[in-house]
């Protein structure tokens, strides 16, 4: 079952843009992680957003939850060709020392033009 | 650091036929994962461990089986391949369950199933 839907699906822009990508979600998470993916690897984690953090910050990268709406966001700043991949969020839910799985969204593919 | 090793990269079966893949991780994590990767699907669950001696089912355990050898080593078994089973396999580990680590993925393994 999926609970992250991520938004858009497809995105595509040019190389020095920023890029957003956002998440939502249906139940009460413990934490939510972001995912990228490049064409034929495996996916490689990004950043993780506890529940009771607003905001995060990576690199280029900035994420942002809001547990009352459900959703999060994904901030990608001047933007790189070697950004092109697929970008996950994975929500772990359940009770403190029993998230037994993460849960997976479908996925916003990203395409950053030279 | 090699992270999480998955052998093989590529495998084409016949229906019927089985196999095992294989997963290692060097990182000392106590939890390990196997997904699937379809398109428009996204990951899901096959099985996971979430301690060393312990398995448990996930999303989508039917035609799988699963071994946890030791800490460091998860397979996953196809007795009888069916065509429905072609699809990205990928390994994956964390630190622990229950605790906000994000994971490690593998590379995966590409099976087709003829």
């Known amino acids: 079952s999926q609970q992250g839907e991520e938004d858009p699906q497809a995105l595509s822009i040019q190389e020095g843009e920023n890029a957003t990508m956002n998440c939502s979600y249906k139940t009460s998470i413990n934490n939510l992680q972001w995912y990228r993916q490049n064409s034929g690897r495996g996916l490689v984690h990004l950043i993780l957003?506890?529940?009771n953090e607003r905001e995060k910050h990576s690199g280029r990268l900035r994420v942002t939850l809001d547990t009352s709406k459900k959703s999060s966001s994904l901030l990608i700043t001047a933007s790189r060709a070697a950004d092109t991949a697929s970008y996950f969020c994975?929500?772990?839910?359940?009770?403190?020392?029993?998230?037994?799985?993460?849960?997976w969204g479908l996925g916003t593919s990203l395409g950053v033009n030279p | 650091n090699a992270g999480v090793t998955q052998t093989p990269k590529f495998q084409v079966l016949k229906t019927g036929q089985s196999m095992t893949l294989q997963c290692a991780q060097d990182m000392n994590h106590n939890s390990m994962y196997w997904y699937r990767q379809d398109p428009g699907m996204g990951l899901r669950l096959i099985y996971y461990?979430?301690?060393?001696?312990?398995?448990d089912k996930g999303e989508v355990p039917n035609g799988y089986n699963v071994s946890r050898l030791n800490k460091r080593e998860f397979s996953l078994r196809l007795e009888s391949a069916a065509p429905s089973q072609t699809s990205v396999y990928f390994c994956a580990s964390t630190r622990r369950e229950g605790g906000a680590y994000g994971y490690t993925f593998g590379s995966g393994t590409r099976l087709t199933v003829v």
């Open positions: 994975a929500t772990a839910a359940g009770f403190a020392g029993n998230n037994r799985k993460l849960i």
């Open positions: 461990s979430a301690s060393e001696g312990t398995t």
């Open positions: 957003i506890r529940s």
